[in-house]
């Protein structure tokens, strides 16, 4: 094989290990950057629970307002809104598209006070505590949430951290086994050359050390690649869903990007190691197996 040739086929393997790399990776970054979001996105959906508190026909506006701000000054309140009666029937109107109050002559709905839950506060102990407390007030006649809807968003964001963080790990291992074997299939090319600098008394230090070098810089490579990747990833989700996931947090970005450089040069700086010391480990003969 000429001289040329050789240097092509070591730059396409090279090349293929990058290429490697960066894609196990960008997978990686992505479930990465669920995960860390996961947190954020629990607690949008939280802060999107609440209920609503019906008020007695009776009671006078003065203090269904003062219960408001009674509401909103509560810890597991985030905001309180008052609703009144008209408010209400037109909200309504709206909605059917016909005006019902002059078919029914009167005007049937209650007042009420609208309640988004703080994202700690969402969960239904909380919720049972939270409408008993309510329920104390003479001006209220009935609380009405969705029971049903709180306990399964509840529970289902609890698994979904946790199917996120177990899908986060396998996709690690995984990614350690394919950068692996990338890395020994480059280091088995070479193994003729670790074989002669044996022979010809290097040590292994000296042996690993540009191995070692070159893998740092692949894992560089592969890393900076996937955050090319992530990048236009994260870039392209923001204009659908940019009230949800925190793409403006730059801290959380780094920090991702940081585990994205640090994961691509750890695994591929072990296995190199490892794959190089087999192969010192080796005599000669035993190379043609």
Known sequence: MSHSAAKRKLRSSYATTIIS???????????????LNANRLSV?????????VLINDNAREAEVIRL??????????????????DQAAEDLKEELGEDFVDFLGYNPLLASIEVKLAAAWASPDSMARIE???????????IFYQKNLLDAIHENVRRITVVLAGFALLLL????????????????????????????????????????LKSILHGLAGATVAI??????????????????????????ALLFVLVIVTGIGITLISTFFAVNKYLRLKTDQLYY
Request: glycine share 6%; aromatic share 12%; proline share 3%.
């Open 68 to 85: 408001q701000k009674v509401l909103n000054a509560a810890p597991y309140v985030r905001i309180a809104e008052y609703i009144t009666k």
């Open 228 to 253: 090319v990747l992530l990048s236009l990833f994260i870039y392209g989700l923001s204009n659908e869903i940019s009230g949800v996931i925190g793409f403006s947090d730059p801290l959380m970005i």
């Open 44 to 52: 949008y959906v939280k802060e999107n629970l609440g209920f609503t």
């Open 132 to 142: 008993a407390e309510i329920n104390t007030f003479p001006q209220v006649k009935e």
């Open 173 to 212: 291992l995984i990614a350690i086994a394919l950068i692996n074997n990338t890395i020994r299939l480059s280091v088995y090319s070479r193994r003729f050359l670790i074989s002669t600098m044996k022979l010809v008394g290097a040590t292994r230090g000296f042996i690993r050390k540009p191995f070692l």
């Open 21 to 35: 790399i960066s894609l196990v990776l960008f997978l990686l970054g992505i479930i990465g950057f669920l995960y």
